[in-house]
């Protein structure tokens, strides 16, 4: 049901004006005479109407007495019946006739009628107030709704619109070309993705061997000299590095001179890093900067290889870190194999 906004003000003002009114009668202070004048009013209204109800069973009963017959019941003599039909006429019509007995001027029964009427009134308008205040609100969000479902809408339509040109346009300007012009374009286009993705290789290859140079290198170089594995530990330091692992995989204390750690540090790279002919310029300082590099070429070999197996000189930190992490793995039937995983395959199937 549709309620104008103003017929909900009127109402309103109406329930507010009649909040003041009673607030104003409760607020007001009733002497004990006034009081007593009231209810000496209401106990003669009330003897009054006991006096006209009794009044009015007594005809009843007379009624009933003289014109004891049942109409259903009336014999078969024509003029028999028209004889008692004419007198319940005549009772009827006396009892049309009779003037209606009204309280008296000074009686409170129409005040008590018209404000029960006035009470009732009041409860039923707070009843559609409520309910009216209610359909309002929920008609207010399904508008809000509504109008964002609207906008949209509307968005869309713009959108296919400005799609439907654009490939209008492109079509148009096709047609217009030489398969050796579409042909020439679509190569520029492979071209620049193919440069956008080398772009993008060389950053993530940068971004992880920095990784490799910065985070993980200590941790693969802790992790071959026995210490704890890749994870394990937060970071380790270079002095650590450089002092080992005692057989528990405890950091050793530094007992030796300089120059004997010096010494068994140079015999731990050539261990984790073998030298090569023609590369003693390029060999790393310590067994991070060690394993650093034995990473990377690691890493280099397999991306170079793809998805076909690799032979490992060892097995190595590196080497188990990458199957750990799932980024490599074993050939099933030799562990000196060693190859990346396909993350594309499922994309591709």
Avoid: C
């Avoid at 009649?18 to 007001?28: L, P, S, T």
């Amino acid at each position: 049901m549709d309620v104008s906004q103003e017929t909900v003000e009127r109402v309103q003002r109406f329930a507010e004006k009649r909040q003041r009114a009673e607030d104003f009668y409760e607020n007001q202070e009733i002497s004990p005479a006034v009081l007593q004048a009231y209810n000496r009013k209401l106990d003669e209204t009330l003897k009054e109407l006991q006096d006209q109800v009794k009044r009015q069973e007594d005809d009843l009963r007379r009624l009933r007495e003289v014109n004891s017959f049942d109409l259903s019941k009336i014999g078969t003599d024509t003029w028999s019946r028209v004889a008692q039909v004419q007198r319940a006429k005549r009772a009827y019509d006396s009892l049309l006739k009779s003037e209606t007995e009204f309280p008296a001027s000074g009686s409170p029964l129409p005040s008590l009628l018209a404000l029960e009427e006035t009470s009732r009134l009041v409860k039923e308008t707070k009843v559609s107030v409520s309910m009216t205040a209610e359909n309002i609100s929920s008609n207010r969000q399904r508008l809000k709704s509504e109008e964002a479902n609207f906008h949209d809408a509307q968005v869309i339509r713009d959108g296919l619109r400005k799609r439907i040109q654009t490939i209008s346009s492109e079509k148009t300007t096709k047609e217009k070309k030489t398969a050796s012009q579409l042909a020439r374009e679509l190569a520029e286009q492979e071209e620049e993705k193919r440069k956008e993705l080398d772009q993008a290789t060389e950053e993530m290859k940068t971004a992880l061997y920095n990784f490799v140079d910065e985070t993980l290198a200590s941790l693969l170089a802790a992790e071959a000299l026995g210490g704890p594995t890749v994870g394990d530990a937060a970071q380790v330091s270079d002095a650590t590095l450089q002092l080992g692992y005692t057989s528990h995989g405890k950091p050793k204390k530094p007992k030796n001179p300089e120059a004997a750690n010096s010494d068994a540090g140079q015999r731990r790279i050539d261990e984790i890093l073998p030298r090569q002919s023609g590369q003693g310029d390029n060999q790393p300082a310590n067994r991070r900067e060690a394993a650093a590099l034995e990473m990377r070429n690691l890493l280099d070999a397999l991306l170079e290889a793809g998805s076909s197996y690799i032979d490992l000189p060892r097995e190595s930190a590196a080497s188990r870190f990458l199957v750990r992490a799932k980024v490599a793995q074993f050939h099933p039937r030799d562990a000196r194999r060693l190859r990346l995983i396909d993350f594309g395959r499922s994309l591709d199937d």
